[in-house]
């Protein structure tokens, strides 16, 4: 469909009233392609991030060392292949399709988060990620429940819901840690030593460094900026680390008053970039592990396919 | 009719171990799937399917004594699951393939079960419908194996072949279970047979159990790869004895 040059203009000014006026966009609406381009990494990377995710929690589920933290773990890891799905579903009101995007995180050309390239080494580390990483994912995606794009506001929504079940979960198990023997009070602080970093770096680099963000806070997909969410995230977890009769790995730490917020120490970005360009001490891993559940599936999509054309079956 | 259908007595040991055993162990190797499914449904399936039957180990095993007590801290001897739940996940195939045997298994079971007046009957009402999810699925997933691609039948036949000699165990009776064992296996081979067959594949000819299987899990006897199993899922809580998680 080709559109003129007037009605182009048009549409956009449409566009762009809406989203001034916090309407909602939605998937038969018109919008300019570098909105639905943005869109599309974002959601996916962010899909990409669940089913990732569920590797270094998987990890625990056949050691978790009570049957009720058992099925805590078991229930969270299907939480995030659900908001997989959602997500995917998501992605595909913009036109794309789960197989295309599942190819790109196979090809290395999609991201997801590299939080999860960090390994699970015991399992205080459940606990860790459950406070911590789904601490630090809900502050960064509770602002996207207003995105300007209908179908993904409305999908954050409901896995906001569950992400800070997960929060709780995880806070309670180190908790029961933090309060345990001396073995696993240690077990639990050498776990949020090792996550704290990588967590606040989840937020992205800073302001002045990150190339998507001006753009993405004026079409209303992001609402903050990495730096005034990070500070949040910390500002919320120093306290709760008081609770748990936990320290937080950084000297610097401290409330500033005239800020009314907590001074914290640098961040180590170079750790960060390495990570981010295939570094980090899992990526390898996590990716082929992804690559060889897919490959070794190929033949259980491929039979329910082909049962599904013989007898016309919803493909499943 | 067995004896014991006469006496609804209070639930014993054996009963509820080897029930909740059951439950455990396949949980258990459900569980192992997360995150490695063929597709991210099926993820969300088998840990659904992997939860359903933990919560009735938790239920079975603590109606006789501590469930953490009784899952980690038994030697792998005392275990009274069948050695067809604790068979490794092997292809998709064999999954599918143990979840058939087992699922068709389990909702007769406790739907005898949930038609008693015995100390069961609560609990097998709610897991029967459970497990008809169960059924549905391993039934939907053999005819898509079965019907699908050449390479997807011959993969099913060879999972419900290969498993096959661990199925005459389920029907070994279970001391103070309320259960008619002979309308079991009847009813268990009728319906095995129908989904078989409609799935275009052919139902193992070969005798249901061997000399070493027939009724062995429920003795304490069980294959090589449980010992591992039980290593890995037991080891963390046995590492810090008496601690709370």
């Known amino acids: 469909m080709t559109t003129t040059a007037p009605e ?13 006026a916090d309407e909602r966009i939605e998937p038969r609406d018109w919008m300019p392609d570098a909105y639905r381009a943005t869109l599309v990494r974002q959601i996916a990377q962010h899909a990409h991030s669940e089913i ?9 589920i056949t050691r978790a060392p009570s049957l009720r933290r058992k099925a805590i773990l078991m229930a969270k890891v299907q939480d995030e292949a659900g908001h997989g799905l959602y997500l995917y579903s998501a992605a595909e009101t913009l036109g794309t399709s789960r197989d295309e995007l599942l190819d790109k995180l196979h090809a290395g050309r999609q991201r997801y988060s590299s939080i999860f390239n960090y390994p699970t080494l015991t399992w205080a580390d459940v606990g860790a990620i459950g406070w911590l990483v789904d601490g630090a994912a809900i502050t960064n995606q509770v602002p996207l429940c207003r995105c300007s794009y209908g179908p993904y506001a409305r999908a954050m929504i409901r896995i906001c819901k569950e992400e800070s079940f997960h ?22 602080q050498d776990a949020v030593d ?21 753009q993405s806070m004026a079409w209303k997909i992001k609402r903050h900026s990495n730096d005034e969410l990070r500070q949040r995230f910390v500002d919320i977890c120093v306290p709760q680390a008081a609770s748990l009769g936990l320290t937080l790995p950084d000297p610097d730490l401290r409330w500033n008053e005239e800020r009314g917020h907590h001074d ?37 999509r491929e039979a329910a396919a082909a049962y599904a054309a013989k007898h016309g079956e919803a493909k499943a | 009719m067995s004896p014991a259908r006469a006496t609804p007595a209070p639930l014993g040991t054996a009963a509820a171990l080897a029930l909740g055993d059951d439950a455990l162990v396949l949980s258990h190797r459900l569980g192992e799937w997360a995150g490695n499914a063929p597709v991210l449904e099926e993820d969300v399936a088998l840990a659904n399917m992997a939860l359903d039957l933990l919560g009735q180990a938790r239920t079975l095993l603590s109606l006789v004594g501590d469930e953490d007590e009784l899952a980690y801290l038994r030697e792998e001897r005392a275990f009274r699951n069948v050695q067809l739940v604790e068979q490794p996940n092997g292809d998709f195939a064999h999954t599918i393939a143990r979840q ?8 007769l079971l406790y739907g ?10 609560p609990l097998a009402a709610k897991a029967v419908k459970e497990v008809a999810y169960h059924r549905d699925h391993a039934e939907h997933w053999t005819l898509r194996l079965g019907d699908g691609t050449a390479e997807s039948h011959e993969r099913m036949q060879r999972a419900l072949d290969a498993l096959w000699r661990y199925t005459g165990e389920l029907f070994e009776p279970v001391d103070g279970l309320p259960v008619d064992w002979t309308a079991l296996h009847d009813g268990w081979l009728t319906a095995v047979t129908g989904v078989v067959e409609q799935a275009t594949l052919t139902l193992p000819g070969g005798p249901q ?17 449980f010992g591992r199993m039980l290593a890995e899922m037991q080891h963390l809580h046995r590492s810090h004895p008496g601690a709370s998680w």
């Open chain 1, 167 to 188: 929060q709780r979960q995880g806070y309670e198990l180190l908790l029961a840690l933090s309060r345990g023997t001396e073995a696993q009070h240690a077990m639990a």
């Open chain 2, 112 to 121: 005898q079960l949930a038609a008693e007046d015995g100390p069961l009957a």
């Open chain 2, 100 to 107: 058939l045997y087992f699922s068709v298994y389990q909702q």
């Open chain 1, 8 to 20: 182009a203009g048009r549409l956009e000014a449409v566009f762009d009233a809406a989203v001034a």
């Open chain 1, 264 to 300: 914290f120490g640098p961040i180590d970005w170079d750790e960060f970039h390495e990570v981010l360009r295939g570094n980090g001490p899992c990526n390898d891993q996590r990716i082929s592990r992804r690559r060889q559940a897919h490959e070794e599936g190929a033949w259980v």
């Open chain 1, 52 to 60: 990732i995710g569920m590797q270094p929690e998987a990890n625990w």
């Open chain 2, 209 to 225: 159990s061997g000399a070493w299987t027939a009724g062995a899990g429920r003795q304490g006897i069980h294959t090589e790869p």
């Open chain 1, 194 to 214: 090792r996550w704290w970093w990588p967590s606040l770096m989840m937020f992205g680099p800073p302001d002045d460094e990150s190339s998507h963000s001006a």
